[in-house]
């Protein structure tokens, strides 16, 4: 079973950067879509960006595109995701998950249920608080 873990969150000024880890253990990565999530308190989770596992075809959230660049190192297994611009509204606990049966990455729009479905691996998650 694929295992993902996040790292590199913390607390940052508004219009500060942050790059964030998921490190995936027990598989090879390329065998993976890699989903990144996040969810602010009282706000349904939501998909920000995926790496695709075939060409690595990358997709965004139109909330996050022109400020957040998902990469992944497959050497390291482990993919990144860099926030550039980054606002209060960013606020929230990010999640990397991976998906395995499809070709290509999922829609970052994907309802919640159906994201629980598709992903089927999930990390814990790490905190990123963007305030002044």
């Known amino acids: 079973q694929v295992q993902l873990v996040e790292s590199g969150g913390g607390l940052v000024q508004p219009g500060g950067s942050l790059r964030l880890s998921c490190a995936v253990s027990g598989a090879t990565l390329d065998d993976y879509n890699i989903g990144w999530f996040r969810q602010a308190p009282e706000k349904e989770r939501e998909g920000v960006s995926c790496?695709?596992?075939?060409?690595?075809?990358?997709l965004y959230a139109d909330s996050v595109k022109g400020r957040f660049t998902v990469s992944k190192d497959s050497a390291e297994n482990t993919v990144y995701l860099q926030m550039n611009s980054l606002r209060p509204e960013d606020t929230a606990v990010y999640y990397c998950?991976?998906?395995?049966?499809?070709?290509?990455?999922?829609?970052?729009?994907?309802?919640?249920?159906?994201?629980?479905?598709?992903?089927?691996?999930w990390g814990q998650g790490t905190q990123v608080t963007v305030s002044s």
């Open positions: 998950a991976a998906n395995r049966e499809f070709d290509f990455c999922p829609d970052p729009g994907i309802a919640t249920t159906v994201a629980d479905i598709v992903y089927g691996d």
């Open positions: 790496i695709g596992k075939s060409d690595g075809t990358t």
